[in-house]
């Protein structure tokens, strides 16, 4: 019987499927179910910065309706940022300590930035809570068009190294894949000190009502197309890379798993198909993978990991157009 | 509403009173200037505990009472959250019938002393004047006044003990002694009750004591208010804590009707940034509560606080004003506050930043501490700031605090202050879970009657509105008392 053990950032997991930061990783009760259910390991829901930013304002306007509070000159409110800070993040930590006493699959917290400030001070106390790794989600969209790309990169790199001089815990970073140049980006977290890469994020899709003329969301979850960027990217990089890849969106069963394997990730992280199918569709997936293993001949992860990626070219350009040019114009 | 309007009106229309209005034509009044409270020499008092504000004489009293015009519609009333008759009270000093002052003060306040000092009346009543709002002047100074004529009564052994009713025997049972739980007591005893106050500290009065420093209100005044309430009939019992030494249960099985919870927001909040927990960084409530309360300035006693050269204040109220000019007093040579937002934003009485900064405390508006660090033996040695500067204004309408990148710097401190606000006191909460709660901790109640999700249970104060202030806590106490009464008044008839 094939063995799924894998490495990821030094962690041990039971196997590659590790489940994603969201609703489905936001609360102990459910983080037990996850590894009841088979999870090799699980990213906890994020901590975003803007979300307590916005929570503050929030609460100031309801203080202001609410006769009996005193919002006038109130030394709390003043920085009930800061209080509304520790507070979520006192829940967060929360989890952490319980799911590290209490369960054995790898935690990895999730910090969500647009910003290099106020998140040292999280990352010491996430990672004496005992998270294993921690995940940083960083997504800086370039709305403000004075800035330069370099401007907007040092950004990456500073969160990174900030947080990295805190921690002795692994650090990785979820980026998308809107770069110009993004293999060097890339390569330059590994040099900064990323001990992982999540390829990629996802954002929100917009979308609009014609009818009723408003701004609403689509595409609420990933589809199995989605994958087709992180794949690429993680067979282009695989080999160019000594840190661990996690590949993610648009995984939806066990044969994109071991796409993703394939090409060269360590691990991959799945949501979206969780929500879509269940929480046995952990199970169905790792059965898949072990399936195939066997049928294949494979014993470990390691035998196959990367046997697709693009290792062989210098030029990673050449291997994605001579895949378009094999595939739309017949050449062999 | 409207038989207090007309109460008013038929006080106003009082023989001594229109005598009094003739006495003096308007213009001569409203060409006054206001009265400039004496002050004790800020480089002398700052190495002292004496009061800053040193009260008024007579003669000055009567001159500044002389500026009221004793408006037919006192709008000065509406921004006194107990309602106290202002106009009737500086109109007796005006006429140097200060005894009667006082005993018009004490109709509404049971604490016209504290209040004369410690309320905001720049917010309240004084900028309700006819001055501030027609006339665009300088109001009449009420709180001054207020505590002109409660020192006079005190200084002059004339101390009067409100008239209470026939007791009728019925228990009322108040949870702190705060302002909030001395303004009902007060209350209830004058209308017969059987008031007993429970305080969890050793000594009587809340913030009143453990919170404001003597040199802004000296301990004990607090005492000879709380006597007076003594001689009202009102018990106390001290180191007793509800929900802890007897239940609410128990009191009610030893026959109390109704409680008042005035338990006040002595839970401090830091800021937890890394190094917060290093040796001599303290929140304000302990810093203030081992000082005020505790003697910690006085070697002889065992409850020190280290008298630090470097002290750094975090925060913007007046608490941290309080914490800043009290580590002063202790011999600080360098007392700073550390705030993240200007000194226009601050949340502290502008009297309070002024008296500050001529005590020389040290203002460093616009930093934010990032992280502390320590000697060997795990005591702060050095705070890192960081710079911020102004974004847009928030839901509070005041600029947000933005940390400006690169900008950190290192300065030596031996003792921190957290002054960043406070949070109900989480223990009767804690004991009753059927008692509603809101999400900032406070007990929910009924703003007219202040009675909670619990039908004998009543509560004011900082408990319900957060942080808040000394007067506010007083019209909650106040009105609570009013719903008590009626509660317990209805439940007696149905008996």
Known sequence: MADLTTKYLGLTLRNPIIIASSGLTDSFEKIAELERNGAGAVVLKSLFEEQIILEAEHNLREAGKNSMIYDEYSETLDYIDIHIREKELGKYLDIIKKAKKELSIPVIASVNCVSDIGWTGFARQIEKAGADAMELNISIMPFDFEKGCDEIEQKYYKILQKVKKEINIPVAVKISPYFTNLGKIILNLEKEGANGVVLFNRFTSPDIDVENLKLTVSELYSTPSDMINSLRWVAILANRLKIDIAATTGIHDGKAIVKQILAGASAVQVASSIYIKGISHITEMSKYLEDWMDKKGYNYIDQFKGKLSSNKSSRPEIYERLQFMKYFSKIK | ?495
């Open chain 2, 1 to 495: 509403m409207n038989d207090i309007k007309e109460y008013l009106k038929e006080e106003r229309n009082k023989e001594w009173r229109v005598e009094l209005r003739k006495s003096m034509k308007a213009k001569e009044r409203t060409d006054r200037v206001r009265v400039h409270m004496p002050e004790a020499d800020p480089i002398v008092r700052n190495k002292n505990s004496e009061e800053v504000n040193k009260g008024l004489v007579d003669k000055i009293a009567v001159s500044e009472a002389g500026r009221c015009l004793d408006c037919a519609n006192p709008t000065c009333i509406d921004g006194c959250p107990v309602g106290i008759n202002i106009p009737k009270f500086v109109k007796q000093i005006e006429a140097g019938d200060f005894n009667g002052a006082a005993s018009t003060l004490k109709e509404t306040n049971a604490l016209p002393a504290v209040c004369g000092r410690v309320c905001p009346q720049e917010k309240q009543c004084e900028a309700s004047c006819f001055y501030t709002v027609s006339l665009k002047k300088d109001p009449v100074a009420i709180g001054h006044l207020e505590r002109f004529a409660a020192d006079f009564e005190r200084d002059n052994g004339h101390m009067s003990v409100p008239v209470v009713d026939k007791p009728n025997g019925i228990k009322i049972g108040v949870v702190g002694s705060g302002p909030a739980g001395l303004a009902c007591a007060s209350d209830m005893a004058k209308w017969g009750y059987d008031v007993t106050v429970f305080e969890a500290l050793h000594e009587l009065g809340g913030v009143l004591k453990y919170g404001i420093p003597e040199f802004r209100l000296p301990n004990y005044i607090v005492d000879v208010e709380i006597d007076i309430m003594k001689k009202m009939g009102v018990k106390f019992k001290k180191n007793f804590i509800i929900g802890k030494t007897l239940s609410f249960d128990d009191l009610r099985k030893d026959g109390f009707k109704a409680f008042f919870i005035g338990s006040g927001a002595g839970n401090p909040s830091f800021m937890n940034i890394p190094g917060e927990n290093y040796n001599n960084i303290f929140s304000s409530n302990e810093y203030l509560t081992r000082v005020n309360l505790m003697n910690a300035a006085n070697d002889e006693f065992d409850t020190p606080v280290i008298s630090g050269k470097n002290v750094a204040v975090i925060g913007g109220g007046n608490t941290a004003m309080d914490s800043v000019r009290t580590a002063k007093r202790l011999g600080a040579e360098r007392a700073m506050i550390v705030y993240r937002r200007s000194q226009e934003e601050m949340p502290a009485r502008v009297e309070e930043v002024k008296h500050a900064i001529e005590e020389e405390v040290e203002f460093m508006n616009l930093h934010n501490p990032v992280e502390y660090f320590a000697d060997e033996k795990g005591r702060v040695n050095k705070m890192r700031v960081q710079k911020m500067e102004l974004g847009e204004p928030d839901a509070s309408g005041r600029r947000r605090p933005i940390p400006m990148e690169n900008s950190e710097f290192d300065i030596d401190v031996d003792t921190v202050i957290v002054s960043v606000g406070v949070s109900p006191n989480p223990l009767i909460p804690s004991v009753l879970p059927d008692l509603k709660i809101s999400k900032w901790s406070t007990i929910i109640v009924d703003p007219e009657t202040m009675q909670s999700s619990i039908e004998d249970m009543f509560a004011g104060g900082d408990i319900v509105r957060g942080g808040a202030t000394v007067i506010l806590a007083m019209g909650d106490g106040r009105k609570a008392a009013a719903g008590m009464h009626k509660y317990v008044s209805e439940k007696v008839k149905v008996k």
